[in-house]
């Protein structure tokens, strides 16, 4: 959570709330009535609902960084991402979760975890976070296992050409540009 300042702006009065459309985890839309601290109302402010997401910066002994490509039907094309997915009901934690996702997606698992951001897709109209994950000196340790509706390619790229990969717009998904570009920022200031 990020620390707050004396003159931020009041949070809006929810007057009521409808639920339109219940799939969860993949889509759960609700309407409120809103009225902001300036006393303007806002009758049909929508809101989508989704369960905490997750993603994992995997790095290996060799300073290659796992990635994965797969078809995405919302733009219709395929880049590069990192491996990522919903947090499950099961999983025990953020980090259980991300250890699973890249297990299952990629094979690679071990190394040293730590938690890098937190990040929102829209804040607007989005009730979740994406818990970003480092993971150095992970190890094959099994074949990939994706779920029956993906179907992924695992790649191994150098954190040389990690940048380039960003810069050319390889990877488009915002929520894995940002903890990639940050990791990479933070690999750049620890050097002498």
């Not at 702006?9 to 009521?16: E, N, R, T």
């Not at 919903?86 to 071990?110: F, H, I, P, W």
Request: include cysteine; glycine fraction near 6%; charge should be negative.
């Amino acid at each position: 959570m990020s620390r707050g300042f004396a003159d931020d702006p009041k949070p809006w009065q929810v007057l009521s709330r409808t639920y339109l459309f219940k799939r969860p985890p993949w889509l759960t839309l609700r309407q409120d009535h809103v009225r902001l601290p300036s006393g303007q109302e806002i009758p049909e402010y929508w809101v989508s609902e989704y369960p905490p997401w997750v993603n994992v910066v995997a790095v290996t002994q060799d300073q290659l960084l796992v990635l994965i490509r797969q078809y995405r039907p919302g733009i219709d094309a395929v880049h590069f991402e990192l491996p990522a997915g919903v947090v499950d009901d099961a999983d025990a934690s953020m980090e259980a979760a991300a250890r699973r996702e890249l297990l299952e997606e990629t094979g690679y698992g071990g190394g040293r975890w730590v938690q890098l951001t937190a990040l929102s897709a829209n804040p607007a109209l989005q009730t979740n976070l994406t818990f970003c994950f480092v993971a150095e000196d992970v190890e094959l340790q099994a074949e990939a296992a994706p779920e029956q509706t993906e179907d992924l390619r695992v790649h191994l790229i150098s954190l040389h050409d990690a940048p380039r990969l960003l810069a050319e717009g390889n990877m488009v998904q915002a929520l894995h540009v940002a903890p990639l570009a940050q990791y990479l920022l933070g690999r750049l200031h620890k050097q002498p």
